[in-house]
């Protein structure tokens, strides 16, 4: 095809790709650039390492790409090369040694712009994911003389199970300490983080990959505590209680939402029927789903649920917070009939309910 008879697009495309420089285009598509020079084989391996949305970003810059100039190509892969170098050198020696070996070799300009790029970098790729495979038994020796801070950093990158299972291998007595700092945690520090990577790099071997997000806070504390068995979970909030109620209860009332009224069996919702005020039922079943109203409808007689039908038409339109505190009331009917052992919120009445 000539450029006579080339289509205003493909006119468009061809500029526009020799317009481009490493400097001037996205991440996603000097990915995808990267991925054509190194050939299907390659970029194949390098997407199963990646997440399901960048493989996403990177396809669709794929199926973009006309033409590319070869001084481009050329460009992003050295810049890769580059890239890759210095991150082997700052992981095997530290910032310092990656320095002077990088200025060694292209320079202080390109070297500072590595450095920073690479240290940036480390926040998101140290090693905290590796512990996922590692046995949690073996995983809280790896904890001994650590400060209480350091293992409420670690296991906030950990999923619930795997932390609430490494936490019941921990002293009795550390436990709600570590808990009480993950739920408090703040942004991590890179300065930080590269400690705590260097620390677990040299126990493991292994280096993981980890993404600066927000970690810790009250929900995952939550989580790990509604895996934990009831005895160690009852003991851990009683000491956060001690040093800080607030934080004690916020942690209780995530630990069991409304929703979980769908774990109870029958007869675990007629207890809650003759404990809670039939007025507080039917504002915490305003607006809620069918099923969760069927859960007490079942278990009510006809003249019950027309009367408690009728009263949540009468209220007509309610505040969204009344329908929450209303909630929360039967949220704490719940905890206190499950801590006794007359329900069980693990899905099935406790075994006296048995017949």
């Given at each position: 095809m000539t450029a006579t008879s080339a289509t205003p697009a493909r006119r468009a495309e061809t500029l526009r790709a020799a317009t481009q420089t490493a400097e001037t285009i996205s991440g996603a598509r000097k990915a995808a650039i990267l991925c054509v020079a190194l050939g299907d084989e390659a970029a194949s391996e390098i997407f199963k390492y990646l997440d399901e949305d960048e493989v996403q970003a990177i396809s669709k810059e794929l199926a973009s790409i006309n033409n590319i100039p070869s001084e481009l190509a050329n460009e992003i892969i050295e810049e890769f090369h580059q890239i890759?170098?210095?991150?082997?050198?700052?992981?095997?020696?530290?910032?310092?040694?990656?320095?002077?070996?990088?200025i060694k070799a292209y320079g202080?300009?390109?070297?500072?712009?590595?450095?920073?790029?690479?240290?940036?970098?480390?926040?998101?790729?140290?090693?905290?994911?590796?512990?996922?495979?590692?046995d949690p038994q073996q995983l809280s020796k790896l904890f001994q003389n650590e400060h209480t801070q350091t293992i409420a950093l670690v296991l906030a990158h950990l999923d619930a199970s795997t932390a609430a299972d490494t936490l019941?291998?921990?002293?009795?007595?550390?436990?709600?300490?570590?808990?009480?700092?993950?739920?408090?945690?703040?942004?991590?520090?890179?300065?930080?983080?590269?400690?705590?990577?260097?620390?677990?790099?040299?126990?493991?071997?292994?280096?993981?990959?980890?993404?600066?997000?927000?970690?810790?806070?009250?929900?995952?504390?939550?989580?790990i505590c509604n895996r934990l068995d009831r005895d160690a979970s009852r003991k851990i909030l009683e000491d956060l209680e001690?040093?800080?109620?607030e934080l004690a209860l916020e942690i209780r009332n995530l630990m069991v939402t409304f929703d979980d009224l769908l774990l109870i069996d029958d007869v675990g919702i007629r207890e809650i029927l003759q404990r809670?005020?039939?007025?507080?039922?039917?504002?915490?079943?305003?607006?809620?789903?069918?099923?969760?109203?069927?859960?007490?409808?079942?278990n009510m007689s006809s003249r019950a649920v027309e009367m408690?039908?009728?009263?949540?038409?009468?209220?007509?339109?309610?505040?969204?917070?009344?329908?929450?505190?209303?909630?929360?009331?039967?949220?704490?009917?719940?905890?206190?009939?499950?801590?006794?052992?007359?329900?069980?919120?693990?899905?099935?009445?406790?075994?006296?309910?048995?017949?």
């Open positions: 890759l170098t210095a991150r082997t050198y700052v992981i095997s020696g530290g910032v310092e040694y990656a320095k002077r070996l990088l202080p300009e390109v070297a500072r712009r590595l450095i920073d790029r690479i240290t940036r970098s480390l926040e998101s790729t140290v090693g905290f994911e590796a512990l996922q495979k590692v019941q291998y921990l002293p009795e007595s550390q436990r709600a300490e570590i808990l009480l700092r993950m739920a408090n945690l703040q942004p991590i520090s890179q300065d930080v983080i590269r400690r705590v990577s260097v620390v677990l790099d040299q126990k493991l071997r292994s280096i993981g990959d980890y993404s600066r997000r927000a970690v810790g806070g009250i929900r995952p504390v939550a989580e001690k040093t800080n109620a809670v005020d039939k007025r507080v039922l039917a504002m915490s079943l305003k607006g809620t789903s069918p099923e969760i109203q069927n859960r007490f409808f079942a408690l039908k009728e009263e949540m038409e009468y209220m007509g339109q309610v505040r969204v917070k009344d329908v929450s505190a209303a909630q929360r009331e039967i949220v704490e009917i719940m905890r206190e009939l499950d801590e006794k052992g007359i329900i069980s919120l693990s899905g099935g009445a406790e075994e006296e309910y048995v017949s």
